[in-house]
């Protein structure tokens, strides 16, 4: 079955240090993946996604993407990270649906 | 500004109550969609519409309903038969009306939720 897996449950980073976090898809044919944020009590808001073409994709808020179809995945980076990146954050592709990871909760200490 | 709504954003129910929540849309989005969201499980799909006056059940649908009678307005009843209905609710909508395909580039976009809990 098609899928999508976030391997890490919980990320803690230092404030300034970078980010890279973990996706991997299952799928025979080219998906279209996605990266969202959500902070505590707050719905879901696109950083970026990838259709085709070019395979580093740039987001809102300073977040990219790197799509590797030899190691299925679609992770996701930050050169440097800010308190307020503080979220959870999931990665979720489309095939006939929207399908979701079960989310990589982020904590950046000071 | 264009965007989604959803109200209240905190719900309190008894046990054997139904209870709706809304969803509202300005983004003139055909397609618009219910998730469920639990700790450690991500999102999951509930019901969803891509066209006025007519849904389709997603994955986790029974103890659910829906109306769609204005393109705009998409609210979710939690009945009674729901065995365990507290959770986060997350309402989403795109642009596109069209039967899902394979590769479907439609990109969803998230309201702020509604917390129910029941008592």
């Known amino acids: 079955a098609q899928s999508v897996t976030q391997p890490d449950i919980h990320i803690t980073v230092s404030e300034g240090a970078s980010l890279e976090l973990r996706c991997n898809y299952s799928?025979?044919?080219?998906?279209?993946l996605f990266w969202y944020v959500q902070s505590p009590g707050q719905g879901l808001q696109l950083l970026l996604k990838?259709?085709?073409?070019?395979?580093l994709v740039q987001g809102i808020k300073g977040f990219e993407a790197e799509f590797k179809r030899s190691q299925s995945s679609f992770n996701l980076r930050k050169p440097s990270v800010h308190w307020s990146d503080a979220a959870e954050y999931f990665c979720a592709f489309n095939d006939y649906k929207l399908s979701f990871g079960a989310g990589t909760t982020v904590t950046v200490r000071a | 500004d264009g965007g989604i709504t959803q109200s209240p954003k905190y719900l309190f129910r008894k046990e054997g109550q139904n209870v709706t929540l809304s969803c509202e849309q300005n983004l003139n989005h055909d397609a618009m969609y219910w998730y469920r969201q639990d700790p450690g499980q991500g999102l999951r799909l509930i019901y969803y519409s891509q066209i006025v006056n007519d849904f389709q059940k997603g994955d986790i649908a029974e103890g659910y309903s829906v109306s769609r009678e204005k393109k705009e307005s998409f609210p979710l009843t939690v009945t009674s038969a729901q065995k365990n209905p507290t959770a986060f609710y997350l309402c989403?909508?795109?642009?596109?009306?069209?039967?899902?395909?394979?590769?479907?580039?439609?990109?969803?976009?998230f309201g702020p939720g509604t917390r129910l809990t029941v008592l």
């Open positions: 990838y259709f085709s073409g070019d395979t």
């Open positions: 799928y025979g044919a080219t998906p279209y």
């Open positions: 989403a909508s795109s642009t596109k009306g069209l039967p899902w395909l394979a590769g479907n580039t439609d990109t969803q976009y």
